[in-house]
T-cell receptor
């Protein structure tokens, strides 16, 4: 699987936007970009995914660079409940074997 | 929202005892995973089922771990005999696999402590 690189941690203030970066310079044309998050004492939770175009859902937005070598998860207004570890993961669209390989992720700290 | 249900939520057992963890995937999902999470190793894939058939269990210690899906509504992960190094949180996840275009749903996990 192609590898992703994320900062170990980031800090934000409540009600401010948060931009969580992910580098995936070896991404292939058939890889989807997935984001999951894990709140304290809970299982990972699917957030959003995309292939080439930017995506929005009720939880977040995903901005994908034109060359697809990086992406940014955007939380428009951080809340204390958004404090979690955020994982950026690549999954092949063509693979019949399609698991999730988790890295260390980015720990997001949100201050009141 | 549909949920993946894992039981028990917590388990404390003595070394050498058998441990069985259960998972009820979301109805209609054809793909089930077992992951293990520790502070040192993070989230590791243990086993992967598609349509109840095991596709990959290379992440499991074969001599003591076994994973099965006796039917579409139940997945089990068994450790026999358990060891202190098995202490971890075990997560089950389900989804519609086959392509990279679907998200997976995780359960709340079973926290296992082997003393």
């Amino acid at each position: 699987d192609a590898k992703t690189t994320q900062p170990n941690s980031m800090e934000s203030n409540e009600e401010e936007p948060v931009h969580l970066p992910c580098n995936h310079s070896t991404i292939s044309g058939t890889d989807y970009i997935h984001w999951y998050r894990q709140l304290p004492s809970q299982g990972p939770e699917y957030v959003i995914h995309g292939l080439t175009s930017n995506v929005n859902n009720r939880m977040a937005s995903l901005a994908i660079a034109e060359d697809r070598k990086s992406s940014t998860l955007i939380l428009h207004r951080a809340t204390l409940r958004d404090a979690a570890v955020y994982y950026c993961i690549l999954r092949s669209v063509n693979s019949g074997y399609s698991t999730l390989t988790f890295g260390k992720g980015t720990m997001l700290l949100v201050s009141p | 929202d549909a949920r993946v249900t894992q039981t028990p939520r917590h388990k404390v057992t003595e070394m050498g005892q058998e441990v069985t963890m259960r998972c009820q995937p979301i109805l209609g999902h054809n793909t089930v995973f077992w992951y293990r999470q520790t502070m040192m190793q993070g989230l590791e894939l243990l086993a992967y089922f598609r349509n109840r058939a095991p596709l990959d269990d290379s992440g499991m210690p074969k001599d003591r771990f076994s994973a099965e899906m006796p039917d579409a509504t139940l997945a089990t992960l068994k450790i026999q005999p358990s060891e202190p190094r098995d202490s971890a949180v075990y997560f089950c996840a389900s989804g519609l696999g086959g392509t990279g275009s679907q998200g997976y749903t995780f359960g709340s996990g079973t926290r296992l402590t082997v003393v």
